[in-house]
């Protein structure tokens, strides 16, 4: 009985930690704001790669998301799973998963008007060494290296 209730206060102190550590959301933000600018493209294998400007969607809001130039879009940066129905269009579930050095999300198109848009696409941002970030999309198949412009904000 004595182990039992040691047990059950250990689970209940991890537990209590656990709850009580940021999210991983709440560490990326701080992180997206310290790299906002312009930047510069290194290498690419996309008309997609353009030089750009990585910047909030809504200053007033950071939930809203994020963009890299035009075509670059994470929109509205929520916790774990979110399905949205895009009015003629689809279901759109959209999963983040926050790293410490950037963002995956992962995008499926379900139960749309035209059946050829159903798919399911990924997304990634990692901000490298020395003002660099990757960017990645499943498909169509691209990969981008940028380079922060110096004094950008």
């Known amino acids: 009985m004595k182990y039992l209730t040691l047990a059950l206060l250990a689970i209940a102190f991890t537990s209590a930690h656990a709850v009580a550590t940021p999210s991983n959301k709440s560490r990326f933000i701080p ?19 353009v030089n750009s400007q990585l910047s909030l969607v809504n200053p007033d809001n950071e939930d809203a998301g994020f963009t890299l130039g035009e075509q670059i879009i994470f929109d509205s940066l929520h916790n774990g799973t979110q399905t949205v129905k895009k009015p003629d269009f689809c279901f759109v579930t959209s999963s983040l998963k926050y790293k410490s050095d950037g963002i995956e999300n992962g995008l499926r198109m379900s139960r749309c008007e035209n059946p050829a848009n159903e798919k399911t696409i990924s997304q990634s941002i990692y901000f490298l060494a020395n003002d660099t970030l990757k960017y990645t999309l499943s498909q169509p198949s691209v990969a981008c290296t940028f380079k922060k412009v110096p004094d950008s904000q």
């Open 31 to 49: 992180l997206l704001k310290t790299k906002l600018g312009a930047y510069e493209v290194v290498s690419a294998n996309s008309a997609l790669c």
